[in-house]
C-alpha cells in the first residue's frame, strides 16, 4: 500500500503536490494546470523511474522475442531437413530407417529424431516414452501379433526403437501391448494402450500444425485408427481414418507414379495406401453422396457403388509384393484387402435391407446377386495354393503356425470373412424381419430353401475354424472375427428351435462353440466385449416367453428377435453400449444430444413357422420350405417379464394343452456345456438337409463340407 501511494505522489506535478491536490498526472502538462493557467512541472526522480520500469519491460519482451524466433528457427533447420530428405531418399515412414542400398542409418541423439525438440521446446507435449526394454518389446510384439493382421504398414527393417518418430511408437504401443506381460505395465494394458493412443494422436496433430507431416503421420493415424476400434470407440476410429485418408490423397498416396518399379520407399507408400483403402472398408462409416440435382427441395444420400462402370483414367498404386517363407505360394495379403472390399458392400446391402430396400433379393440387379456373382468369380480366381484343402491348416504343428502368423493370420481372415459373406446374404432375419408383409408369399419358396441351407453350411464353417484354432492353440490378433462369429451365432440361435432334436441339439453346441470364443475375446479388446454382451441380450430376447404370444399361438414355436438389436450386430455400425450417446469422447458434452431412453425403432419380431420338419427329403411339396411367419410386438416389457418368467415345460403344456415333443428348455444363461434353450419346435428352414450324410461320429467330416474357400 505504501508503495503504492508513494508511486501516485511522484505521478503528480509540482503544482499538485505542493497544493495536496490529486494529479490527474497528463504530460507535459496535467489538466488542472492548464486551467489554472500555471507552469506545469514533473520531478525529475519520477522520470528516472518511470524509465527503469520501461527499461525492465522492454527487457523482458526482448526475452519472449529471443525465445520465439529460437523455436523458429528450429522449425525452419528441421523443416529444412525433411525437404533435404525428401529429395534424396523419398517421404521415409521412419526419419533415418534405411530406406535405400545407397544410403545407411544413422543413429540419432538419445533415440529420438532431431525434429523432436523443435516438439519438445514447446511444452504442449507431456507424454512420457517408456523404457527402452519396453519399447523394443512392444516392437517385437507388433510384428508377432500385428504385422499384416490385419495392416501391413511396415517391415521388419524399417521399424526400430532409435530411428522412428514418436507418434509412430506410442502408435505401435498402443497395438502391440495388449499382448505383453512385462510388469511396466502394472496389470493395466488397456489403459496404458488408451494412453499411448492418445499420445500418439497429440504428436501426429502437431506435426499437422507445424507443417511437418511425413509418411510417418499417416501411419501413425492408421495405428491409432485400429487402436481406437478395438477401443470400441467407433467415433474415434472413423475420424483417424478420416484424417489418413485425407492426407494420402493429399500428398499424392492414392496414384501410381512409378509403375514397374519396386524399391522400398514406393513400396512402403504402397502399403501404406493399401491399409487405408482396408481401413475404410472394414472399419470406416459408410460412404454416401448427396444428390440434389433431381430435386432441390427433396435431397437424398446415395450410396456410393463400385461397380458404376464410369472408370477415372488414373491408376492406384500396385498391391506390394510380398516376401517371407511362403512367397512361393504367392502373395495372401491382397486378396485380403480385395475380400474386405467385398465385405464393405455386404454392410451396404445389409443398409439397405435395414431401409427397408424393396428390391427383392432373387432379381438379377439386386445386391443380393451382384454380391454373389463378385464372391463367386472372387472363389474362381483365388489361387488354389492358398485354398483350405491345400494349406492343410490342421496338419501343421503349432510351432509352424505360431512362427508364420504373417501368413496364417492373413489366412483365417479369408476363411472366416468368406464364410461371413455368405452368413449374412442368407440371414434368415434379412427376409422375414418385415410383419407388415407376410413373408410365405413375399419370398419364393426356392430361394428360402436354398437360402437355408447356404446360412447352415456356412455357419457351421465358422464352428469348424473355431474348432481348428482352438485344437492349434493359435491366438487371434484381429477383433475383426468376433463380428463374424457373433453372426454366424445369430444364425445358429434359429436353429436351436429345430423340429429335429437332432439338428437343435446341434445347433446348440455350435451356438455354445460360438458364445465361448466370443467370451475369451472379450477378456481380450472391449471392442469384442461390446459384441459378446450384445449377443447376450439378443438371446436372452430371443428365447423369452411372450404371453402375447401364447395367448393365440404355441410359444414353443416362437422366436422372438428384437430388430434394433439385430441390425447392429449384423451391420457393425456401432458397438457402442446404448448408454452412452454416440461420439462419447470425441464432442464437447454440450454439443452431444442425450441418449434417448428409448430406440425409437425398437419392436421385437416374433417368428412363427407352420410346417414340420422331416428326417428324409419330402418330396410331396416339389422339396420347397416355407419361410417363417413373422408378427410384431411393440415393447414387449408391457407384456412379460423374461427375467422373472423363464420358459418351463409346465407353463409351455399349460397354455396350449399339448405336449411337448422334446425336452424342456434350459436356462440361457447356464453354459455346463452343450446344453441351451431350443429344444423345442420351431421351423423348417433349421432342418440341415445334409444332416442325413453327416459322420456323427466325427462330426466335421460331412457333406456340409462344401462350400469352403
Not at 413 to 425: E, G
Request: charged share 20%.
Amino acid at each position: 500500500m505504501n508503495n503504492r501511494v508513494s508511486k501516485r505522489s511522484h505521478q503528480a506535478c509540482e503544482n499538485c503536490r505542493r497544493k495536496k491536490t490529486r494529479c490527474p498526472g497528463e504530460r507535459p502538462a496535467c489538466s488542472i494546470c492548464t486551467r489554472l493557467q500555471q507552469t506545469c512541472q514533473y520531478s525529475r526522480s519520477y522520470d528516472l523511474l518511470e524509465r527503469s520500469l520501461g527499461d525492465r519491460q522492454e527487457d523482458r519482451l526482448q526475452q519472449l522475442e529471443e525465445k520465439m524466433e529460437l523455436m523458429l528457427e528450429g522449425s525452419i533447420s528441421n523443416r529444412q531437413i525433411e525437404i533435404r530428405k525428401s529429395h534424396s531418399r523419398g517421404p521415409p515412414s521412419c526419419d533415418n530407417a534405411s530406406e535405400s542400398s545407397n544410403m545407411q542409418a544413422k543413429p540419432m541423439t538419445q533415440g529420438r529424431p532431431t525434429d523432436e525438440k523443435a516438439l519438445q521446446a514447446t511444452n504442449a507435449l507431456s507424454f512420457a516414452m517408456p523404457p527402452k526394454d519396453v519399447v523394443t518389446e512392444g516392437i517385437a510384439l507388433y510384428f508377432k501379433y500385428c504385422h499384416k493382421q490385419p495392416l501391413w504398414l511396415f517391415d521388419p527393417d524399417d521399424l526400430t526403437a532409435e530411428s522412428c518418430r514418436s507418434e509412430v511408437i506410442f502408435g505401435v504401443l498402443s497395438l502391440a501391448l495388449r499382448y505383453s506381460n512385462n510388469p511396466f505395465l502394472k496389470g493395466q494394458a488397456d489403459q496404458m494402450c488408451q494412453q499411448y493412443a492418445k499420445a500418439a494422436r497429440s504428436y501426429a496433430m502437431l506435426r499437422i500444425t507445424d507443417g511437418t507431416v511425413n509418411l510417418s503421420t499417416i501411419q501413425s493415424f492408421c495405428l491409432i485408427a485400429l487402436a481406437e476400434y478395438t477401443a470400441n470407440d467407433t467415433h474415434l476410429t472413423w475420424l483417424h481414418i478420416g484424417l489418413a485418408t485425407n492426407l494420402a490423397k493429399c500428398a499424392g498416396i492414392d496414384t501410381e507414379l512409378h509403375e514397374g518399379e519396386f524399391i522400398p520407399e514406393v513400396e512402403e507408400r504402397r502399403r501404406v495406401f493399401w491399409s487405408i483403402h482396408l481401413l475404410n472398408q472394414q472399419y470406416a462409416s459408410h460412404n454416401m453422396q448427396l444428390n440434389m440435382l433431381r430435386d432441390i427441395h427433396n435431397p437424398k444420400y446415395m450410396a456410393v457403388n463400385v461397380d458404376s462402370q464410369l472408370e477415372m483414367g488414373l491408376k492406384p498404386p500396385q498391391t506390394p509384393q510380398e516376401s517371407g517363407a511362403f512367397t512361393l505360394r504367392g502373395g495372401i495379403w491382397a486378396y485380403m484387402v480385395q475380400l474386405s472390399t467385398l465385405w464393405s458392400e455386404v454392410q451396404y446391402y445389409v443398409s439397405h435391407c435395414a431401409s427397408r430396400d424393396p428390391t427383392s433379393p432373387w432379381l438379377v440387379d439386386s445386391g443380393y446377386s451382384i454380391i454373389g456373382a463378385h464372391l463367386m468369380d472372387m472363389e474362381t480366381k483365388f489361387p488354389t495354393s492358398h485354398r483350405y484343402d491345400s494349406v492343410r491348416f490342421q496338419d501343421q504343428s503349432k510351432e509352424e503356425l505360431h512362427r508364420n502368423r504373417e501368413y496364417w493370420s492373413p489366412w483365417l481372415y479369408l476363411q472366416f470373412t468368406y464364410h461371413a459373406v455368405h452368413s449374412v446374404l442368407n440371414h434368415p432375419f434379412l427376409y422375414s424381419w418385415r410383419p407388415q408383409q407376410s413373408a410365405q408369399f413375399a419370398v419364393p419358396n426356392t430361394f428360402w430353401r436354398t437360402s437355408s441351407e447356404l446360412a447352415l453350411i456356412h455357419t457351421t464353417w465358422t464352428v469348424h475354424l473355431i474348432d481348428m484354432i482352438a485344437e492349434k492353440e493359435y491366438q487371434l490378433s484381429d477383433p475383426f472375427l468376433a463380428h463374424a462369429v457373433a453372426i454366424a451365432a445369430t444364425i445358429h440361435m434359429y436353429y436351436c428351435r429345430a423340429t429335429d432334436p437332432a439338428v437343435a441339439d446341434s445347433a446348440q453346441r455350435k451356438l455354445d462353440t460360438c458364445m465361448r470364443f466370443l467370451g475369451e475375446l472379450a477378456t481380450k479388446w472391449p471392442r469384442c466385449q461390446a459384441i459378446h454382451q450384445k449377443i447376450q441380450r439378443l438371446i436372452q430376447s430371443a428365447f423369452a416367453v411372450s404371453l402375447y404370444s401364447s395367448r393365440h399361438r404355441l410359444p414353443r414355436r416362437t422366436l422372438s428377435i428384437e430388430t434394433a438389436l439385430m441390425w447392429d450386430i449384423l451391420c457393425q455400425k456401432s458397438t457402442e453400449t446404448s448408454s452412452a450417446p454416440p461420439g462419447d469422447g470425441l464432442f464437447d458434452i454440450s454439443f452431444l444430444q442425450p441418449p434417448s431412453q428409448k430406440h425409437p425403432d425398437q419392436v421385437t419380431v416374433e417368428t412363427e413357422i407352420f410346417h414340420h420338419s422331416a428326417g428324409p427329403v419330402d418330396t410331396s411339396d416339389g422339396g420347397q420350405a416355407l419361410p417363417p411367419y413373422s408378427s410384431t410386438v411393440h415393447d414387449r416389457s408391457t407384456f412379460e417379464n423374461p427375467e422373472n418368467e423363464p420358459w418351463t415345460r409346465n407353463n409351455s403344456a399349460s397354455s396350449d394343452n399339448v405336449p411337448s415333443q422334446a425336452p424342456p428348455p434350459r436356462d440361457p444363461w447356464m453354459w455346463p456345456g452343450s446344453g441351451f434353450p431350443g429344444d423345442v419346435s420351431f421351423m423348417d428352414l433349421t432342418h440341415d438337409p445334409f444332416f442325413r450324410f453327416q459322420d456323427h461320429e466325427n462330426p466335421y467330416r460331412g457333406l456340409w463340407k462344401i462350400g469352403n474357400l
